[in-house]
T-cell receptor, first 115, second 110 residues
Framework: GAVVSQHPSWVICKSGTSVKIECRSLDFQATTMFWYRQFPKQSLMLMATSNEGSKATYEQGVEKDKFLINHASLTLSTLTVTSAHPEDSSFYIC???????????FGEGSRLTVL | KNEVEQSPQNLTAQEGEFITINCSYSVGISALHWLQQHPGGGIVSLFMLSSGKKKHGRLIATINIQEKHSSLHITASHPRDSAVYICAVRAMDSNYQLIWGAGTKLIIKP
C-alpha cells in the first residue's frame, strides 16, 4: 500500500532554534499535503493545507511565519518550526492526498520537544 | 456541539468481545475515514467510506448517509487492538480537509 514517511520521528531541540520536519509520499504523487498538530489527549488540529507549487493555506490562529511550509515537489512537503519555544512541543502529523484517487495517507508523526 | 461526535470516549473490554465504536456527524460529507492511532502517535488509515460497508480482516465499517452515522466494529478483539480510534469526515465543500472526532480510546484486556 501507499506509504507516507515522516522524518524525523522525534526531535529534541533548544529554545530559539529551528526544526524541519519532512513528509514524503514514497510511492505515489501527492498534489495536496496536510499538516496537523496534536496536543496531549486532544484530537488532531489542522494547521495548514499545502498544494504543490503554491503557497500553503493556513488555518486561523496558525502563525505562517512561525510554521513555514514548503511543498516543492509532488512527493515532498516540509514543515519548519522557526525559533521554537517550549509551547511548540507537540506531535506533528502530515497526510498526503494521492493524485488521481484522492485517497489520504498518513505519516507516522513527529514528536517535537523544545527545551 | 462538535460537527463529529464519537462514542464512547473510552471503552475497556475483554479479549474476544465484539466491539462497536460509533460516529455521528452533522455536515454533508463526501467521505468518512476511520483511523487508528497507537500510543506512539502514529496513525494508520483503516477505512475510507462514502456508502455501505467495508470489511478488512476483523474490522468492519458501516455508514448510513441518510442518518449521518457510521460504526466501526471489531470482531474477536485482541489486546493488540488497543489504540485510539478516530473518525474523521471530509465535508462536501472542502478541499479534502478533514473534520476530526475526538477519538475513542479502546483497551482490550487479555
Amino acid at each position: 500500500g501507499a506509504v507516507v514517511s515522516q522524518h524525523p520521528s522525534w526531535v529534541i531541540c533548544k529554545s530559539g532554534t529551528s526544526v524541519k520536519i519532512e513528509c514524503r509520499s514514497l510511492d505515489f504523487q501527492a498534489t495536496t499535503m496536510f499538516w496537523y498538530r496534536q496536543f496531549p489527549k486532544q484530537s488532531l488540529m489542522l494547521m495548514a493545507t499545502s498544494n504543490e507549487g503554491s503557497k500553503a493555506t493556513y488555518e486561523q490562529g496558525v502563525e505562517k511565519d512561525k510554521f513555514l511550509i514548503n511543498h516543492a515537489s509532488l512527493t515532498l512537503s516540509t514543515l519548519t518550526v522557526t525559533s521554537a519555544h517550549p509551547e511548540d512541543s507537540s506531535f506533528y502529523i502530515c497526510s498526503a492526498r494521492r493524485q488521481g484517487t484522492g485517497e489520504l495517507f498518513f505519516g507516522e508523526g513527529s514528536r517535537l520537544t523544545v527545551l | 456541539k462538535n460537527e463529529v461526535e464519537q462514542s464512547p470516549q473510552n471503552l475497556t473490554a475483554q479479549e474476544g468481545e465484539f466491539i462497536t465504536i460509533n460516529c455521528s456527524y452533522s455536515v454533508g460529507i463526501s467521505a468518512l475515514h476511520w483511523l487508528q492511532q497507537h500510543p506512539g502517535g502514529g496513525i494508520v488509515s483503516l477505512f475510507m467510506l462514502s456508502s455501505g460497508k467495508k470489511k478488512h480482516g476483523r474490522l468492519i465499517a458501516t455508514i448510513n448517509i441518510q442518518e449521518k452515522h457510521s460504526s466501526l466494529h471489531i470482531t474477536a478483539s485482541h489486546p493488540r487492538d488497543s489504540a485510539v480510534y478516530i473518525c474523521a469526515v471530509r465535508a462536501m465543500d472542502s478541499n479534502y480537509q478533514l473534520i476530526w472526532g475526538a477519538g475513542t480510546k479502546l483497551i482490550i484486556k487479555p
